[in-house]
């Protein structure tokens, strides 16, 4: 499947920290499933030398970009880095992508595809035809969880918004507001979606196969399922509250 022409120039962008076992082949799995497309590599000057690869990546290949940043601040601020850079040098689709082989480049055409009667593609794993392999029971149960709370407490009709494998189209992200996004962890993709949803923009499920992590480690741990149980909660009370305060007309 190619890449739909209408879409224009797309940029696979993938945060790293510490992810020195990966980088090579996740970045080789995505320039042969989309060719016409280019990667950046966003690292957060991983200790691990994750940064040197990429580097050494680029160097060998022109569709490929590193853009090295400090030190870890999260992978929110590290994706509005990478749609800030997309947008200077003119690309017109930007995809979300972790670099741990759990997001499968081999999807990209499907997620591209459906973005052509879309404004964001998420690729779903709590739809049907969406799957997980490898993941402990645990792993499931919080996410599902963590849906179904975001679900209720929103009041959207999405089933995987936690989910870090998506595509935006560019004028998306020019309507949401990126100044004003501070969360850092899950609830970044969470965010960014109820944004465009309230823009009254066209969200749309597909469902994909997440793969577990075979190398490195986790980045999830309390902090970042607190940010995002607590950051829900105020947005939805704030929605109700905004509500009450102006009745419909
Ligand atoms: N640049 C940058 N990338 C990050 C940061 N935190 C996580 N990442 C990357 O974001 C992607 C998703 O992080 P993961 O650690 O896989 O998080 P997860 O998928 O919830 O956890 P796993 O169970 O390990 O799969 C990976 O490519 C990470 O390397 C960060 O602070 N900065
Ligand atoms: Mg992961």
């Given at each position: 499947m190619e890449i739909p022409a209408e879409l224009g120039r797309v940029l696979v962008i993938i945060p790293t920290y510490n992810e020195r076992d990966n980088i090579e082949g996740i970045v080789g799995r995505v320039r042969e499933a989309v060719p016409p497309a280019d990667v950046l590599v966003v690292d957060d000057a991983s200790p691990d030398g994750t940064g040197q690869l990429a580097d050494a990546l680029a160097k060998a290949d022109e569709h490929v970009q590193v853009l090295h940043r400090a030190g870890k601040e999260g992978l929110g601020p590290a994706y509005i880095a990478g749609f800030r850079w997309a947008a200077e040098h003119g690309y017109d689709v930007m995809v979300e992508m972790d670099a741990d082989g759990s997001h499968q480049p081999e999807e990209l055409p499907r997620l591209l595809a459906a973005l052509e009667d879309a404004d964001l593609?998420?690729?779903?794993?709590?739809?049907?035809?969406?799957?997980?392999?490898?993941?402990?029971?645990?792993?499931e149960a919080l996410s599902r969880g963590?849906?179904?709370y975001a679900r209720l407490m929103l009041g959207i009709p999405l089933h995987d918004a936690t989910g870090g494998f998506r595509a935006f189209r560019a004028a998306t992200l020019e309507k949401i507001g990126l100044e004003e996004v501070d969360?850092?962890?899950?609830?970044?993709?969470?965010?960014?979606?109820?944004?465009t949803l309230r823009e009254g923009l066209k969200v749309v499920e597909v469902p994909i196969t997440f793969v577990d992590r075979v190398?490195?480690?986790s980045k999830m741990n309390q902090d970042?399922?607190?940010e995002a149980a607590f950051r829900v909660?105020?947005?939805?009370?704030?929605?109700?509250?905004?509500?009450?305060?102006?009745?419909?007309?």
């Open positions: 593609v998420l690729g779903a794993r709590w739809i049907p035809g969406g799957k997980v392999r490898n993941w402990p029971v645990r792993r963590a849906n179904t969360s850092r962890g899950y609830c970044f993709q969470i965010d960014l979606a109820l944004r190398h490195g480690t970042v399922f607190a909660a105020r947005w939805g009370l704030a929605d109700r509250v905004e509500r009450l305060r102006r009745p419909r007309r």
